[in-house]
């Protein structure tokens, strides 16, 4: 990150607490929280580690999918298992293909073809089909083929699942919420990765990361339904989202902990749909001359830190309210998409892709291979530009 980098940071925080009508930046609590910062944190994959001597389930997560978020779980792998654990959850992937999961990661070789099918029906639903998020899976692979690995298999848990696509006409439009409740007959994504989690984990006493959308991950604060995150398949009581991590908790307290990936937080719509979280003062902290150095990894539960208000999020509120710890990988001007799977929808499965797929366009039988190469391109590229949205 440069020195102009970090001045248009600056400038474009300026303009953001203005148009918000927030005071200026407090250059006393800023500093304030830098050397905190810099005081308590830890290189990010040996502070996730080091959570599992506290904390039985662990959340991460992400806004929207990024190359550096998807290297950096592929780097956790072999810290996990050191710190005992050998169990990842992960959204992106549906229990139907439990079996191809734990034959892929079991194999004597990795088979990327079977990798890719376990993907797909998540991935055809959501436009998400990356290569460093497949990697993940080749990394578990190579740390069960490890000599140093005592026979331990380390596991890929799927956490979602198949939606009921013959319970509505091929003309549905899938992204309506009155679909969704003959989509969904086992309940939302939320209570079913929660169930899968309490019974795969908790009730066996074993550990596990767990990677999620931001919105499963929040365990302790109960979400103001956002307009676009929870237009579809959101379980909402007392007007409040439940999200798996909020059905994980309410079981098992604090022996879960929620992480977040430094990305833009849900807003109201005033000014956008998205903010800078903190309101702007973790970037500012990161683009100051005396930033702490990054990737960096830091609770949020304690001293000043903890009090960084979030006043332009959904949620309201301050930092410590909306996670346990968090996580800053690189600067917004660093943020790059991950990279999407070359030939992810085929002459061999364009039929079943059709199927799976939730926009209506897509659906259609005139759709092409290209027509969803193109929707995965548009949502790599929508996951890149995400903080340039936020003005």
């Not at 248009?8 to 009508?21: D, P, T, V, Y």
């Not at 992937?93 to 088979?111: G, I, P, T």
């Not at 991590?245 to 990936?261: F, G, K, P, Q």
Request: charge should be negative; charged fraction near 25%; proline fraction near 5%.
């Amino acid at each position: 990150m440069g020195v102009d980098d970090d001045k248009a940071m600056l400038e474009k925080i300026k303009g953001f607490r203005a148009r918000r009508l927030l005071t200026p930046l407090d250059q006393q609590y800023l500093d304030l929280l830098s050397e905190e910062i810099a005081s308590i944190g830890s290189e990010p994959v040996r502070y996730v580690g080091e959570l599992f001597s506290r904390h039985q389930i662990v959340f991460v997560g992400q806004g929207t999918p990024s190359r550096k978020t998807g290297l950096f779980f592929q780097e956790l792998v072999p810290k996990l298992l050191a710190a005992g654990v050998k169990n990842i959850g992960v959204e992106w992937a549906c229990v139907e293909d439990q079996s191809l999961l734990d034959a892929l990661v079991r194999a004597d070789f990795f088979d990327e073809d079977l990798a890719r099918t376990a993907l797909f029906r998540w991935g055809v639903r959501h436009h998400f089909a990356y290569i460093e998020y497949l990697d993940l899976f080749r990394a578990v692979w190579a740390i069960n083929r490890s000599p140093s690995n005592n026979d331990q298999v380390f596991r890929i848990v799927a956490l979602d699942y198949d939606i009921e696509v013959t319970a509505v006409t091929s003309e549905a439009d899938l992204t309506s919420p009155y679909a969704w409740e003959h989509l969904r007959p086992r309940g939302s994504s939320g209570r079913h990765m929660a169930e899968i989690i309490l019974r795969e984990f908790v009730d066996t006493g074993e550990k596990a990361l767990i990677i999620t959308r931001i919105a499963h991950a929040v365990s302790r604060l109960r979400r103001v339904p956002h307009h676009l995150e929870d237009n579809i398949d959101s379980e909402i009581l007392n007007d409040r989202v439940v999200g798996a991590a909020n059905h994980v908790y309410s079981v098992i307290a604090d022996r879960a902990a929620t992480v977040l990936i430094h990305q833009p937080l849900p807003a109201d719509g005033l000014y956008g749909d998205y903010t800078l979280p903190g309101d702007g003062y973790i970037d500012a902290v990161f683009a100051a001359p005396n930033r702490p150095k990054f990737p960096i990894a830091f609770n949020v539960n304690f001293g000043s830190i903890s009090k960084i208000p979030c006043s332009t999020s959904l949620d309201g509120g301050d930092l410590a309210a909306v996670a346990h710890g968090w996580i800053f990988l690189e600067a917004p001007s660093q943020h790059a998409a991950p990279t999407p799977l070359p030939d992810r929808v085929n002459e061999s499965n364009i039929a079943e892709a059709r199927l799976y797929s939730l926009e209506p366009s897509l659906r259609q039988a005139s759709s092409t291979q290209k027509d969803f190469t193109a929707a995965l391109f548009s949502a790599a590229a929508e996951a890149e530009l995400g903080w340039t949205q936020i003005v």
